[in-house]
């Protein structure tokens, strides 16, 4: 399956890329297999959406899926078939806390 | 004809700063990782078209960069621009991988430090404040990062290791945060003696390797810091800064919390040279590159107002080692100026005529061509600056 990723604009530069990534998954998709794939296809993500010690998310990145948070789902719950089969992106949204 | 690069991080992107050996015009490139908090950028001794850079964001963590070309483009090591895997089969997404050494063989197990409210807190990484480029090799480059630790690269900083015999001397649940964290913010590698470095942590104090990393040993004696509990603790002290006399390699200078401090013995003792400094709080020091006993600093009016004395911002130089200070003001602001100058933002340069070189919380990069007689800024409006590294370039 293609799945479409919307990254934030300090993620798409440290990826060198613009506009939504999209990621190919065999087997279940879920958040976690999606980011493995996102971390194999840009290996220069490692360790920025999620820690490298702990493999948890960020403190301040939230996952959006179809206009609810995920951030607190388990990350290999599959994801409903909107975004599973590309017709609407996963969102990786970095938290306004100022800076 | 031989020039200066002015490698300048800050809190949204890192800046260059070049100049021909007059020093008077100046070329800007950046911002470099523009958005991001750029800790600190060093090139190395041995290769100065490398250079080391530390990117990190509260969002998404820790980054390491590289330049091999003077810093005119960047990449991740062992993450080639465009590839996704590695030319010689090293780690991939590795180069930001900060990961206390636990093993049994070689790590230290992760104890906790004390917090601000004087409870344990577990060690976490969050940050590299400092980089420091091998003396000899461009692929080997030291990582100070906060919570206090001290890795290494030896591959051009694909992958890191920690030299866990710091963080598990033994004192580390003694070691407390300052207000910028609990960091790890000097690292000297001495040029005499291969096997000895030496560190400084906020707010642990200075420690000192003579086994290249192996063994640590603190170097606080003689300090005195009334704010904690045992004035003359071994370890505690809110270091801010240490520098060294590069051509007599055991005399060495620091910068505390309060107090202007020196050492003759490479650490093993030290003694107060505040003297007629208007206040001896600060953060940076430096040491005239061919005058050993010629010290600069930048006082601080204190803990808790963190902006030059009567808003006038004046250097300090002392020719004689510390205790008889001039200041210096030429060309700086004596009125309404309320910057501050962090601690890895002062700069040498190694020309015939020494440059000095500082940056400010304001966005200012000074230089002063003429060992500090004279001042004009390079930039007057970048973001806050972080850090200020200077190449002396043939």
Not at chain 2, 319 to 344: A, H, I, M, Y
Not at chain 2, 355 to 379: H, K, L, N
Request: glycine share 10%.
């Amino acid at each position: 399956m293609t799945v479409r990723v919307e990254l934030p604009a300090h993620l798409r530069a440290l990826a060198r890329v613009k506009g939504e990534v999209t990621v190919e998954i065999t087997g279940t998709v879920s958040i976690l297999s999606v980011l493995d794939a996102l971390e194999a296809q840009y290996p220069m993500l490692e360790g920025t959406i999620r820690d490298h010690g702990t493999r948890q998310r960020r403190p301040f990145l939230r996952f959006f899926v179809c206009a609810e948070d995920w951030s607190h789902d388990p990350l290999d719950k599959p994801l409903p078939e909107p975004v599973a089969t590309g017709k609407e992106p996963l969102l990786v949204v970095g938290a306004i806390a100022g800076g | 004809m031989s020039g200066v690069r002015v490698l300048v991080g800050t809190k949204k992107g890192a800046f260059i700063l070049t100049s021909d050996g007059k020093r008077e015009r100046w070329d800007v490139s950046g911002p470099h990782f523009a958005g991001w908090e750029m800790y600190h950028l060093k090139g190395s001794p041995a290769d100065p078209n490398r250079i080391y850079a530390s990117q990190t964001s509260g969002w998404f963590g820790q980054i390491i960069q590289r330049s091999d070309d003077g810093g005119k483009t960047w990449f991740q090591p062992g993450t080639p621009p465009g590839e996704t895997t590695g030319p010689d089969g090293s780690p991939k997404g590795e180069s930001n991988k900060f990961v206390y050494d636990t093993s049994h063989e070689t790590g230290a197990p992760l104890t906790t430090h004390q917090f601000y409210d004087g409870t344990q807190h577990p060690w976490e990484f969050k940050r590299v404040w400092h980089l420091e480029p091998s003396l000899t090799d461009p692929n080997t480059v030291y990582a100070g990062v906060e919570d206090a630790a001290l890795f290494r690269s030896t591959n051009g900083g694909k992958t890191w290791e920690e030299l866990s015999g710091l963080r598990g001397h033994g004192t580390g649940p003694q070691w407390q945060p300052g207000a910028g964290g609990m960091c790890l913010h000097t690292i000297v590698l001495d040029p005499a003696n291969k096997d000895r470095m030496f560190v400084a942590i906020s707010a642990a104090g200075a420690f000192r390797s003579d086994d290249a990393g192996k063994n640590w040993k603190p170097i606080n004696k003689g300090l005195k810091s009334p704010y904690i509990p045992n004035p003359d603790a071994e370890v505690g002290h809110c270091v801010h800064r240490i520098a060294q006399a590069t051509s007599r390699p055991e005399l060495l200078y620091m910068q505390k919390h309060w107090d202007v401090m020196r050492s003759f013995d490479a650490g093993d003792s030290w003694t107060e040279v505040s003297g007629n400094l208007p206040t001896d709080f600060g953060f940076v020091i430096d040491v005239h590159a061919h005058e050993p006993e010629t010290i600069y600093v930048v006082p601080i009016k204190s803990d808790g107002e963190h902006y030059p004395l009567d808003g006038k911002l004046r250097v300090y130089r002392s020719k004689s080692g510390g205790n008889e200070w001039e200041e210096l003001t030429k060309g700086l602001p004596q009125s309404n100026c309320f910057v501050n100058v962090l601690r890895d933002a002062m700069a040498v340069d190694s020309l015939d005529k020494c440059g000095v070189y500082f940056g400010t919380t304001g966005g200012q990069v000074y230089c002063s061509p003429d060992a500090g007689d004279t001042w004009s800024p390079i930039v007057r409006d970048l973001p806050a600056v972080y850090s200020v590294e200077v190449q002396t370039l043939a």
